[in-house]
């Protein structure tokens, strides 16, 4: 029988037959490892996409948030500006105010010297008068 089915066949031996068929499934396995391995990167490469665009988010918002901090820094640092700036205007206008007062009391004290002085001026008159 085994003799009939290899001439029928043409086959000299089974052992060709063998062959092809262990080609063939060589052929369908390394088709399915492939297939395999382009799902395989294809996801790894899916993964690290989104990991990629996770950090850059990420990235961004920490940009977002230190751009945001140096505008705060930026606004507290005009607001001691200005802080400084007017307590200096003051410190200059409490300046001038001083040396108001100051001539103003140097005024008071020499016209209430004056009138010190008149005043013992009179009453020494009045003791002349007085007396005579």
Known sequence: MK????????????SDLLVKAKKRQKEVDDK??????????????????????????TIAMLEQHIKLYKD???????REFLARKQAKENS???RHAS???????????????????LKDTIEK???VIENK
Do not use: C, P, W
């Not at 003799?3 to 089974?14: A, R, V, Y």
């Not at 705060?72 to 005009?78: A, I, L, P, Y």
């Not at 040396?99 to 010297?113: C, I, L, R």
């Open 3 to 14: 003799k009939l089915i290899i001439k029928l066949f043409g086959l000299n031996d089974i």
């Open 32 to 57: 399915y490892l492939k297939e395999i391995i382009q799902e395989t990167k294809d996801s790894l490469n899916r993964e690290n996409h989104l990991e990629l665009q996770e950090r850059d988010s």
């Open 72 to 78: 705060r820094e930026k606004g507290m640092e005009k």
């Open 92 to 94: 200059f206008v409490m």
């Open 99 to 117: 040396d108001y007062m100051k001539d103003f009391v140097e005024s008071v004290s020499a016209t209430y010297g004056k009138m010190d002085k």
């Open 125 to 127: 008159q009045k003791q």
